[in-house]
T-cell receptor
Framework: GENVEQHPSTLSVQEGDSAVIKCTYSDSASNYFPWYKQELGKRPQLIIDIRSNVGEKKDQRIAVTLNKTAKHFSLHITETQPEDSAVYFCAARLYNFNKFYFGSGTKLNVKP | DTEVTQTPKHLVMGMTNKKSLKCEQHMGHRAMYWYKQKAKKPPELMFVYSYEKLSINESVPSRFSPECPNSSLLNLHLHALQPEDSALYLC?????????????FGPGTRLTVT
């Protein structure tokens, strides 16, 4: 099966700085890579996703990059704000298979 | 409507009780999921229904029994649970057609087994 590893487990940045979270996956058949933000006591919320036929996708202050050859993908948050503080999970989905493999999560703390 | 709803929000039950969790979506999604989430951990997949048929059971103990009455509803029946089953139970759905794979989560049911 697929194995997704996520780093770092915790990340502390100053407000206005950038934050980068990295994930690697093992199965080259994975073709869809979502990122979720989960605030304390809330549901995981899909914030951005990328498919294997795309190298980069951007939505305002957040972007995701995918390197299929190296089997890794990253979440980039620019101009961080305190409300970005949360746990972020990456995930990978195998082509044509209804199962999402999650990374272990990154707790992001944005200090005002 | 772009939301997955779950009831109840909180549930406290004894080890001999029988209860059910409910999930509903009206986005026309064809795949529905049950996850269990412990504190500071990622969601852990339990069951997947695709087109109203159980397609994945992640070796979940029989004290958890899923049911998909129709394409919009998903239930999780609970019986004789253990204290270690206390967790946040999340329902999710995804389109699963026309190449769309994005998954949306409900707010969860916080379950405490006493």
């Amino acid at each position: 099966g697929e194995n997704v590893e996520q780093h770092p487990s915790t990340l502390s940045v100053q407000e206005g700085d950038s934050a980068v979270i990295k994930c690697t996956y093992s199965d080259s058949a994975s073709n869809y890579f979502p990122w979720y933000k989960q605030e304390l006591g809330k549901r995981p919320q899909l914030i951005i996703d990328i498919r294997s036929n795309v190298g980069e996708k951007k939505d305002q202050r957040i972007a995701v990059t995918l390197n299929k050859t190296a089997k890794h993908f990253s979440l980039h948050i620019t101009e961080t704000q305190p409300e970005d503080s949360a746990v972020y999970f990456c995930a990978a989905r195998l082509y044509n298979f209804n199962k999402f493999y999650f990374g272990s999560g990154t707790k992001l703390n944005v200090k005002p | 409507d772009t939301e997955v709803t779950q009831t109840p929000k909180h549930l406290v039950m004894g080890m001999t009780n029988k209860k059910s969790l409910k999930c509903e979506q009206h986005m026309g999604h064809r795949a529905m999921y049950w996850y269990k989430q412990k504190a500071k951990k990622p969601p852990e997949l339990m069951f997947v229904y695709s087109y109203e048929k159980l397609s994945i059971n992640e070796s979940v103990p029989s004290r958890f029994s899923p049911e998909c009455p129709n394409s919009s509803l998903l239930n999780l029946h609970l019986h004789a649970l253990q204290p270690e089953d206390s967790a946040l139970y999340l329902c999710a759905s995804s389109p699963n057609h026309r190449g769309r794979a994005e998954q949306y989560f409900g707010p969860g049911t916080r379950l405490t087994v006493t």
